[in-house]
């Protein structure tokens, strides 16, 4: 898979599709347009409550919430495109799109990134919060 294991230039892109064999190439396009589809989508609306509620126990700049909050969205976005890219890819199959395939790997990284971002950002956050109230709480009166 392009998007579990990215390659970094056109030819290794074109060499791994060309691998998948027919069968492969309609599987992986059949899957992005349905599993990798839903799953960013239905995380989204997770992953961006968590970061709310994160965000309660935080007195941040406005703008500095709003980068925090955006970190789902960013993840679902570079998610979509990259499955967008491979569609484009599989259906071009075996005319070569070299720019795209050039922005794929790229994409892939900012995704994955975000996705690692939006999930250890609000959690480590949480857990912060969580032990500022252990503290407190364990302080004489």
């Known amino acids: 898979m392009l998007d579990a294991s990215p390659a970094f230039s056109a030819s290794d892109i074109y060499k791994r599709l060309g ?15 349905t599993v990798d589809v839903l799953l960013p989508l239905s995380v989204l609306p997770v992953l961006f409550l968590l970061m709310r509620k994160a965000l309660t126990a935080f007195s941040l700049r406005q703008f500095t919430r709003a980068a925090l909050l955006s970190l789902p969205l960013i993840y679902v976005t570079f998610d979509l495109v990259e499955n967008s890219i491979v569609l484009m890819l599989l259906r071009n199959y075996p005319e070569r799109l070299d720019a ?8 892939t990284i900012v995704q994955r990134l975000a996705s690692l971002l939006a999930i250890a950002v609000p959690l480590t956050m949480l857990g912060s919060a969580a032990a500022r109230r252990s503290r407190k709480a364990s302080l004489p009166v």
Do not use: H, K
């Open 19 to 33: 691998e998948y064999g027919e069968t492969g190439r309609r599987n992986y396009q059949f899957r992005n347009m």
């Open 100 to 107: 795209l395939a050039g922005i794929l790997p790229y994409a």
